[in-house]
């Protein structure tokens, strides 16, 4: 005899079958009894059987010891992996999967040593989420179908696990359906294999060295696994009798037994094309009742095969659904019992099917009271399953006041045997993908909005920006009291931020509501600048880039007469007030500082810009009779300018702000910075009715013009800091200030022209709440 | 977790009832018929305004010393009923309302079914399991 050479799990699998062949313990066994019955449950051809034991020995012996035993195992093995049995393979041979036997019920009981390696009774005890193919066998499969296979060895092929991709070629030519019968009655009910099982999975548990890798193996589809998980799985299948071979024949109708062959598929969908010729839709439920009817199985039956079937529980089956439901009339019409739950193998791919993809949520079923393989193998696949259903299942819940989405979704669950196909992508859940603005854009912007002077323009900038700070910093959203807080509803009410223009939509369309009332200044901001980027997280950083900014656009502003270098304008913030005082520039600057003083150290750095304002200032001072329209010209053309850079994103908002204070104190009469649109609006409306005067703004105009478009794109600190919002809600109020302080000086200058104010005042839409004497 | 759980047509027969102390199925399946009474009343009492205003769940029908009814309707006035033990803990409001949802929804599951046909008595396994999921666990 050859020296046989084992691996370690070999060692301890052959040891096992030795004890548990060699009943009357006396290290030997004899060549008839048990060991043929192992041997036939190895379910190869008995020439086969007979070649073994010839090349083991046994045959000269006459009887097995357990070297000649374990070479016989060793042979078994072999064969069963379809390979030409050779003394000399028997060294020769690596990463044999071990021999596979169909243990026959009775002996079940008594082996208690027996591994079961398969993922599915190890569902409920290892964790590993038993591949549904073999659940579903399992059920059936009284636990008298362990097999007898080393744990350990994670080589193993999965006896159980099927990975029926392949049709085990090498079976043994035997018919399919004589093996489903004896599945059938093999399998007792699982009410009777889930005691059993639950004895015998403790020991399997102990038993293992670790984890099997069920699902390893499940998903391996070399041809020797699949002959191994074929031949396993019809192990499973306890035979009664010993009508083992029958069983193994009757596996390569299914893989699995649930699989479905090629040509089976063939037919099904054939049949499909009967009832709904285009594959891709459904079958009603009625013409499949007729259809189904037709197989003269009773009603009940037919109903539970529905259940299975009908995966997505809309009433109508799928190309798939209908040849799994087709699958299962089928082995129901040759005498197998239904399942309890659906095989792996027909479950409905809507999905990428990933074999090893887990359910995670059948278990959330409080009653799914399955038996606790299906309970485990639905946990792994669910996931899929449950993106297909959640949307359906979440959408009924939200119209209860649910708590508990899992009761609801798990009822789908309870169709799931195991790895569940993924469900439809669209149906999948959708993880809401916060927009990330960068704040130094919405820094820019706002800066640009405030230098400008007008918030018409850029009403929507720092709401824009804030829409994708939403998602990160939903307090952000919070904190922030943008004008009208038509942005915060923007913000509250975006859940997901599935894409950057929603909000900024919504935004926009908030921004347009309030400011509405300057369709002009809403032109100017029309062509939406790029999302406002939420306000600088850190608004130092910000300020950082703010200040470069400002250092170039400072020395070149002092260069010229009220041009300010200002960082992106400060978001238009459709703030009343705001508007109210475009004319009071000096003052509200002056405001502006301490209030700008008071927010965030960020604004610190800004505070260089306010000394731009006296450039301003001196532009303020210019005659009277033209400062308002100055103002309002030069704001309305400002807000346009603005309302580009502005857009464009907020670096540094303080900064920004002071700059485009500054801008707007060169104006003259430009009301602060933040001005939503309605400034801008006002403006362009003076100017209209100013236009005699125009000549007088362009100058100013100019100017502003000329550092709005200098004004340099700010680089934008991503991230978004609930400070720097903050300080942006400071600078839009400070500009607000201003502003208001500017109306009420233009409002006494414009005493003089009576008519021009009465119109600009009727279209401050409660910028400001003067109203010049009518005089 | 519930000591009978039961299903009433429209009509007001039962689709489906079970209990879990099997020997005290009687005195539940009583219980579950008085139980009507209320649920008319209560679906009688909302219904001058519309349909969809009135809420599907009803609430505590009534309590008695032992156990707790609970009532829910659909849209097609089928019933459910939930009979709860009152030494249980009480359970929340809202507990009870994810009870009734998921009868709801497995009931809608049987309803899609183009096996089963509207007011026979529901057979359905997973229906069954959903429900002993929900019974209380006796021994």
């Known amino acids: 005899m050859e020296s046989l050479t084992l691996s370690d799990v070999e060692q301890k699998y052959y040891s096992d079958l030795f004890i548990y062949c060699d009943t009357d313990n006396t290290k030997k066994v004899a060549s008839n009894g048990k060991v043929l019955d192992l041997f036939r449950a190895a379910q190869l051809p008995s020439d086969v059987v007979l070649q073994i034991t010839e090349l083991c020995g046994a045959t000269r012996l006459g009887h097995f010891g357990r070297s000649q035993f374990y070479i016989a195992l060793k ?48 569902g409920p005890y290892s964790g590993v989420i038993p591949r549904p193919p073999g659940r579903g ?82 998903s391996g589809h070399s041809p020797p696994p699949v002959q191994e998980s074929w031949e396993s799985a019809t192990i499973r299948t ?92 089928v082995a129901r019409k040759n005498g197998y019992e239904l399942p309890e739950k659906l095989p792996e193998s027909l479950m409905p791919k809507l999905i990428d099917l990933d074999d090893s993809a887990e359910v995670p949520e059948p278990a959330l079923d409080v009653g799914y009271s399955g038996s606790p393989v299906e309970v485990t193998s639905n946990k792994s696949p669910s996931m899929p399953s449950l993106n297909q259903n959640w949307p359906e299942l979440n959408q009924s819940n939200e119209q209860w006041e649910t708590f508990s989405e899992r009761s609801s979704s798990s009822q789908t669950l309870t169709q799931f045997d195991s790895n569940i196909a993924p469900a439809d992508p669209d149906t999948a859940i959708v993880h809401p993908v916060p927009i990330r603005m960068t704040p130094s854009k919405i820094h820019m912007q706002e800066m640009e909005l405030k230098r400008a002077g007008s918030d018409h323009t850029h009403p929507t900038s720092p709401l824009l920006a804030k829409p994708p700070e939403l998602s990160e910093e939903s307090k952000l959203a919070a904190t922030i009291k943008f004008p009208g807080n ?38 100017v901001v029309a062509p939406p600048p790029p999302p406002p980027r939420p306000h600088a997280s850190h608004s130092r950083s910000s300020s950082l880039d703010m200040n470069r900014n400002f250092a170039a656009v400072t020395s070149a502003g002092q260069q010229q007469p009220g041009v300010v270098a200002f960082p992106p304008a400060v978001p238009p913030r459709p703030q009343p007030t705001q508007a109210a005082g475009p004319h009071g520039h000096r003052p509200v600057e002056g405001d502006s500082l301490p209030v700008h003083c008071s927010t965030s150290p960020q604004q610190i750095p800004e505070q260089p810009n306010f000394a731009d304002f006296s450039q301003f200032q001196a532009f303020a001072d210019q005659p009277a009779e033209d400062a308002e329209k100055h103002s309002e010209t030069a704001q309305a053309e400002k807000a346009g300018d603005v309302a580009g850079p502005l857009r464009t994103a907020k670096s540094d908002g303080q900064s920004e702000e002071r700059a485009a204070a500054t801008v707007n104190s060169a104006k003259g009469s430009t009301g602060p910075l933040a001005p939503p649109p309605k400034p801008v609006r006002r403006r362009l409306k003076s100017e209209d009715e100013l236009r005699p005067e125009a000549e007088e703004h362009p100058p100013k105009s100019n100017v502003i013009t000329a550092v709005l478009t200098t004004q340099p794109s700010i680089p934008r600190s991503v991230g978004k800091d609930k400070k720097a919002i903050q300080a942006s809600i400071r600078r839009n109020k400070e500009t607000n200030t201003v502003l208001a302080r500017l109306n009420s000086e233009l409002q006494q200058q414009l005493k003089v022209r009576p008519v021009t104010l009465l119109r600009q005042n009727s279209q401050r839409e409660g910028f400001c709440t003067y109203t010049p004497p009518p005089t | 977790m519930a000591v009978c759980i039961a299903v009433i047509a429209k009509e007001n027969y039962p689709l489906y009832i079970r209990s879990v102390p099997s020997q005290n199925e009687l005195k539940f399946h009583y219980t579950v018929h008085t139980s009507l009474d209320v649920v008319e ?22 309590p008695t010393e032992d156990y707790k009814v609970y009532g829910y309707v659909t849209n097609s006035k089928v019933k459910f009923v939930i009979v709860v033990d009152s030494s249980n803990t009480s359970l929340r409001d809202n507990e009870i309302r994810s009870m009734f949802r998921k009868l709801h929804n497995s009931f809608t599951d049987v309803m899609c079914n183009p096996f089963y046909n509207p007011g026979d008595p529901i057979q359905s396994k997973a229906f069954d399991g959903m429900v002993s999921g929900m019974m209380v666990q006796v021994s």
């Open chain 1, 75 to 122: 042979l078994i093995a072999i064969a069963q992996s379809g390979l030409p049995l050779r003394v000399e393979s028997l060294n020769t041979v690596k990463d044999l999967p071990l021999p596979r036997f169909v243990v026959a019920k009775n002996e079940q009981e008594t082996r208690h040593t027996a591994m079961y390696p398969d993922s599915e009774n190890q």
């Open chain 1, 137 to 218: 066998q399992a059920k059936k499969i009284p636990l008298s179908h362990e097999v007898i296979q080393s744990v350990v060895p994670a080589a193993d092929p999965q006896p159980d696990t099927t990975s029926p991709v392949v049709s085990p070629h090498q079976s043994p030519p035997t018919s399919p359906h004589a093996w489903r019968k004896h599945t059938r009655q093999a399998s007792g009910g699982n009410a009777d294999r889930q005691p059993v099982v639950g004895n015998v999975w403790p020991h399997f548990r102990e038993a293992q060295a670790g984890p099997v890798a069920v699902d390893g193996m499940w």
């Open chain 1, 238 to 329: 306890s035979v009664p009798s010993a009508a083992t071979n029958e069983i193994q024949r009757q596996t390569s109708g299914y893989d699995d037994p649930w699989k479905i062959t090629d040509e089976q598929r063939q037919y099904y969908i054939n049949q499909f094309k009967t009832i709904q010729p285009d594959l891709t839709g459904f079958i009603p439920g009625s013409a499949a009742k007729e259809f189904f009817t037709k197989s003269k199985l009773p009603i009940l039956e037919l109903s539970h095969i529905w259940e299975l079937s009908d995966f997505d529980k809309d009433g109508a089956l799928t190309l798939d659904e209908f040849c799994a439901a087709f699958h299962l009339v």
């Open chain 1, 486 to 523: 038509t942005v915060g509803d923007g913000y509250s009410s975006s859940d997901s931020f599935t894409s950057d223009q929603e909000p900024m939509a919504s935004v926009v369309t908030r921004q347009r509501s309030h400011s509405g009332t300057s369709p002009e200044g809403l032109k």
């Open chain 2, 41 to 62: 009343e209560k679906i009688s009492a909302v219904g001058k305004a519309m349909a969809d205003q009135r809420e599907l769940y009803l609430g505590l029908l009534y």
